[in-house]
Every structure is written in C-alpha cells, then in structure tokens.
C-alpha cells in the first residue's frame, strides 16, 4: 500500500530559496521539504562567494538586499548568532574605465553606499594591487561576508522546530494534478498538497515542466572559483573584497586563503557543475594582471549554477496559468544575500498576502517578481 503524506505545501529544493520559505510557512501551515541530494547545501547554496553588497544586481536585487540588512545584521535568536562578518568591498578601476566608474555613480540605489577613495589608500589596505589598475576606486563599507552554512542551517532547523519535515534523497520524478491538489512523487513516497513551491535552482523549468507548467526560459549559468594560497608572512583576513568595475574579476580573503573567481556566466544546462580548465586560466590571468601576485598552485576550484530569467530579477509568485504552482527561483548571483527578505516575500504572496510592506518601501512590487511578468 502506498502512503500518501498531506501538507499544505510542498516545497521542492532544499537549498537557501526552499529553507527560508520553509522557515517563514512552517509556523502556520504544515510542509514538507524534498530534496534530491543528500546534503541540501550540495548545489549553488553550497558554492557561493558568500558575499552580501547592497549594490550588487538591479534596482529588484538591490532592494531585497536592503530588506535583508536588518535579518542578516540581527538575526531572530532561533536562527542562531553572527550571520555577518564585516569585509568591505573596492571596486577598481584604470584610467581608462573612468567613465564606468561614473555610471555606476549615476545610479541613486548605489551612491548612498559607496565612497571615493584615493588609490594609494586602497594599496595600502589590498597591498598587492597593482597601482595602475586601481586609478579610481569605490568602497562599499557595508559589504560583509555572510556565513551561508549558518543561515542555511538555521532556516532548515527553525522548519523543523516548526513541524516541517525534510526529505533528503528524495527526488521528484512526477507531479500530477487532480481537482484541488498536487500530487508529488519522489518514487519512494507521494505527497499531496493545494501548493507546490518550485525552489529548485538551476531545475526550476524542468520541474514546471513535470508540472505540466510551461517553463519561465530560466538560465543557468556557470560561474567558477579558485581558492590560492595567500602571501607568505602577510595577514589578508582583513583585506577588502577586490571587483573589477567591468567584473571581469574578483578575489578575497577566505579563511586565509584567497577566493578568486574570473566572474564566468556560461549557460549551461542544469547539472552538478564542474569547473573548466580555460576558467581557471582566465581567473588566474585576470588576478595576476591586476595584482602582484604570482599564482604557483591552486588549492580548491568549483564552480556553481547561477540561474537567471531576461531581466535577471528573481522570480517569486503563483504561475497564472497554473493554480497552486508558486515559482521562487531565478535568484542568480544574489540568492544568499536577498535570501532574508525573499523568503518573507514569498511566503506571504503564497498565502495570498500583500508583499511585507518594509519589502515595498524597497522598491520591490509584487509585479517586479511575477512570474509571466515581462
Ligand atoms: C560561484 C558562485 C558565487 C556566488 N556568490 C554569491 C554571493 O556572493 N552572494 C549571493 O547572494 N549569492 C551568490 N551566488 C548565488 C547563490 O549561490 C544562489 O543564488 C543561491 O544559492 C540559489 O539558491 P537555490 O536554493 O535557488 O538553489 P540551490 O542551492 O541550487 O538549490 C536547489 C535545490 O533543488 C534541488 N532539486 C533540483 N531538482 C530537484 C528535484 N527534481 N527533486 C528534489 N530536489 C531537487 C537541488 O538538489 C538543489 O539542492 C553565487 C553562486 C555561485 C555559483
């Protein structure tokens, strides 16, 4: 006999997007949490430079990042301590890349978070820049490095607090509905609910798709990183994070050793990405040229799956052609940062609230996150 599991929603994935709604549902509705792999943290969530900057993506991005701010600084006790260590972030440029220096300024959503500073004073705090290639440097002072294992974690432990369950290894092969309800097989077990919340990364289209759901055209796109060995004798942990202002490139400290990733977006369809060697060349070219650093061995590559939709904004709302089908994907490089406010926008446009209203003080509407929306 088959056991067939009710919920009130079954959320698909189980990286930073399906915990934190999980988080946020889990204290008035019951849910259940499928994840495919064994660790739910194995794909992007897992892989990411764990950087939160309030001027990184678009005006969409940008303003969840901001309604994430207070969460991240001040995290609920439940989800546990320091979510956030400072790291500040240069953005370089030559005397030729003036002018994208002041484009960047030209936008109001980042001049309130940056400030000049004087290239010899970013030399001195990044020592192994190389002068000509730092002419004109901006600092984001509140950009921080985010413990992503922490609030991850954190999100899965609170929904299960909460009286979610988590299926790890538990695939969804088949999605079917009848009258009312989705009916979710993993193969092992079937679950029912009214709503199915589609947080699976890189396979978001192909579990619409399962839906009988047309898919959104999200894209994943493969992004690398490197991790080397910092210079002999020097302290880098409180180095600044260094992005080029084209962002060919970054680098920054991480737990005394150097992340560099060549800042790479190749679509490629949704798979447990591996790094490409030609990456890995370009990423050490790239920091080599810009530092005075010479790479002699590289500790640790990956490389992870940043998904996008055309207007690179996350998508989060109910499919309008498709009752009780809540997309919440697409949240490319940005997925950590916005995580905090993200998941509260979706839990409440899943239960049929209005977005949180400090979310719309942000700038963010619920048209700006529909799915169908363009
Ligand atoms: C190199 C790199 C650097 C990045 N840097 C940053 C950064 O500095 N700051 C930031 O905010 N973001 C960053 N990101 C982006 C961030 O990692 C992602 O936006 C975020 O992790 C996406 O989370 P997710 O839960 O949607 O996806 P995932 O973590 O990939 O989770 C989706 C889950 O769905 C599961 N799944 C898929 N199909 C099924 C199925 N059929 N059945 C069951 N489960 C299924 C998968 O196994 C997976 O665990 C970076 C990403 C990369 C790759």
Redesign the pocket.
């Known amino acids: 006999l088959r056991v067939v599991i009710e919920a009130d929603y079954i959320v698909?994935?189980?990286?930073?997007?399906?915990a934190g709604v999980a988080c946020e549902l889990a204290a008035h509705s019951r849910v259940v949490i499928?994840?495919?792999?064994s660790q739910?943290?194995?794909?992007?969530?897992?892989?990411?430079?764990?950087?939160?900057s309030e001027i990184y993506g678009g005006d969409v991005v940008r303003g969840l990042s901001r309604a994430s701010r207070p969460f991240l600084l001040h995290p609920p006790e439940d989800i546990g301590g320091a979510l956030l260590r400072p790291r500040g972030a240069l953005f370089i440029a030559s005397e030729e890349q003036r002018d994208q220096i002041d484009a960047m300024l030209a936008s109001p959503t980042v001049t309130s978070h940056v400030e000049g500073m004087a290239s010899a004073e970013a030399i001195r705090r990044v020592p192994i820049l190389r002068p000509e290639c730092a002419v004109h440097v901006l600092l984001e002072p509140f950009a921080h490095d985010?413990d992503v294992h922490a609030l991850h974690q954190g999100f899965l432990r609170v929904a299960r607090r909460q009286g979610a369950t988590l299926f790890n290894d538990?695939?969804?092969?088949a999605i079917e509905r009848d009258a009312d309800r989705w009916q979710v097989s993993t193969g092992d077990e079937t679950f029912r609910a009214p709503c199915i919340i589609n947080?699976?990364?890189?396979?978001a289209d192909?579990?619409a798709m399962l839906a009988g759901v047309a898919p959104l055209g999200i894209e994943p796109r493969r992004?690398?990183?490197i991790l080397v060995d910092a210079p002999q004798g020097i302290d880098i942990t409180p180095w600044h994070m260094v992005i080029a202002i084209d962002e060919t490139f970054y680098f920054k400290p991480d737990v005394g050793r150097i992340l560099i990733?060549p800042a790479d977006e190749t679509p490629t369809p949704p798979c447990d990405a591996q790094p490409d060697e030609l990456d890995i060349a370009i990423a050490v070219d790239r920091f080599e040229q810009a530092t005075t650093m010479r790479v002699t061995q590289i500790r640790h590559r990956w490389?992870?799956?940043?998904s996008f939709v055309a207007d690179r904004s996350p998508v989060c709302g109910y499919d309008p052609q498709a009752p009780g089908f809540f997309w919440l994907?697409a949240?490319?490089?940005?997925?950590?940062?916005?995580a905090p406010a993200l998941s509260r926008a979706a839990a409440a446009l899943a239960q049929g609230h209005e977005l949180p209203s400090d979310i719309v003080d942000n700038g963010v509407t619920e048209r700006s996150l529909a799915p169908r929306r363009a």
Request: charged share 15%; no cysteine.
């Open positions: 698909i994935g189980a990286g930073i997007a399906g499928l994840e495919r792999e739910p943290g194995y794909h992007s969530t897992g892989r990411s430079a764990a950087l939160f985010i538990a695939e969804v092969v947080a699976a990364g890189a396979w192909g579990i992004r690398t990183a990733s490389a992870g799956l940043r994907a949240q490319g490089g940005y997925g950590i940062q916005t």
